[in-house]
C-alpha cells in the first residue's frame, strides 16, 4: 500500500480456498469488493492488485486454483512449468520451479514429520517400511523428505488413488459399520 503497509492477507486466502464455502462467501461478498476497489485506491502504482479484483469479478478461483493444481502435478515429472493465466490478463504466465514448491511445502513437511514421529512413538517401533498413497505420493519432494527422515526405511506405493479411496472405507465402516469388517 501506499502507507507501506501491506496488502491484507485474509484476501488471498479466500481466493484460493476454493474448498471451504465461508472464505469463498467472503470472497465472493460485496464487501470484499468495496475492500478491493478501496485497496486499489490506496495501492503503490504498478500494483497487481487489479488481478485479484478481475479474479473476484470474473468468478476465476476454482480456475486458479486448478491452474495451481495441474503445475503442481507437472513439477513431479519436471524441474519447471509454465501455466496460462490469459483468462486473468491477456498473456500472463506464471513459472513454476520445483524449488519454489519446495519452499512453499517446507511448513507442511515439518507438520508431515511430526506426524510421522508421533505414529512411531505410539507404535513404540521403528517401520520396516513406509506406504506413501495418494497424488502427493509421486511428488518427489514428499518422497526425498521421507527418506531423509527415515533413510533406511524402504518406500512403497500403490494405487495412488484407490488406496486412499479404499482406506477412507475401511475408516468409515469403523466408525459407522457395525463392527463387522466388509468382505473384499
Known amino acids: 500500500l501506499k502507507t507501506g503497509k501491506p496488502l491484507p492477507h485474509p484476501l488471498f486466502w479466500d481466493a484460493a480456498a476454493i474448498n471451504d464455502v465461508s472464505a469463498q462467501s467472503r470472497f465472493y461478498s460485496l ?13 503503490q ?12 469479478t470474473h468468478k476465476l478461483s476454482h480456475q486458479l486454483v486448478w491452474r495451481a493444481e495441474q503445475g503442481k502435478i507437472a513439477l513431479s515429472t519436471q524441474e519447471s512449468n509454465h501455466q496460462s493465466l490469459s483468462e486473468l490478463e491477456k498473456g500472463l504466465e506464471a513459472e513454476l520451479t520445483r524449488e519454489q514448491l519446495a519452499n512453499a511445502s517446507a511448513l507442511l513437511l515439518e507438520k508431515i514429520g511430526e506426524l510421522m514421529d508421533e505414529a512411531i512413538a505410539a507404535a513404540g517401533v521403528q517401520p520396516d517400511r513406509v506406504f506413501i498413497t495418494g497424488g502427493s505420493a509421486r511428488s518427489p519432494l514428499i518422497q526425498a523428505f521421507i527418506r531423509q527422515k527415515l533413510p533406511q526405511v524402504p518406500l512403497e506405493g500403490g494405487d495412488d488413488f484407490g488406496s486412499v479411496a479404499s482406506g477412507l472405507a475401511r475408516y468409515a465402516e469403523r466408525l459407522f459399520g457395525n463392527g463387522q469388517p466388509t468382505p473384499t
Open 45 to 56: 502504482p504498478g500494483s497487481k492488485l487489479g488481478r485479484l479484483a478481475s479474479l473476484r
Open 31 to 43: 464487501e470484499t469488493a468495496r475492500q478491493l476497489q478501496d485497496l486499489q485506491l490506496d495501492s
